[in-house]
């Protein structure tokens, strides 16, 4: 079964840094861009952050540039997204999906099942 897990959610203070991880299993994501995504309560989702297969593409939000990070180790299988100065309004569930090769806002064909970050003294 092909999926992609993230983890690295939680609770962290403004100001503060968390890094997502985002691992494919039963597939291998080298030849897949691999994007990230966030859904806030009420609000619509938001492409945050994308890198392609190659690693050679990084894409960020107008949101998130300066702030977040994207990068793929593909010896571990893992995309990484480090968000640092996090703010209350960076509060919502990120998700991370994969399609071939190029980045993209839309067309993603396998999702991950999302992790909760929580900005809040």
């Known amino acids: 079964q092909l999926q992609l897990v993230e983890s690295g959610g939680g609770l962290v203070s403004p100001g503060g840094s968390v890094r997502l991880s985002c691992a494919g299993s039963?597939?291998?994501?080298?030849?897949?861009?691999i994007g990230w995504f966030r859904q806030a309560p009420g609000k619509e989702r938001e492409a945050i952050s994308c890198i392609s297969s190659s690693g050679g593409s990084l894409n960020y939000a107008d949101s998130v540039k300066g702030r977040f990070t994207i990068s793929r180790d593909n010896a571990k299988n893992t995309v990484y997204l480090q968000m640092n100065s996090l703010q209350p309004e960076d509060t919502a569930i990120y998700y991370c999906?994969?399609?071939?090769?190029?980045?993209?806002?839309?067309?993603?064909?396998?999702w991950g099942q999302g992790t909760q970050v929580t900005v809040s003294s």
């Open positions: 039963g597939f291998t994501l080298n030849s897949y861009a």
């Open positions: 999906a994969a399609r071939k090769y190029f980045c993209s806002t839309d067309n993603y064909n396998y």
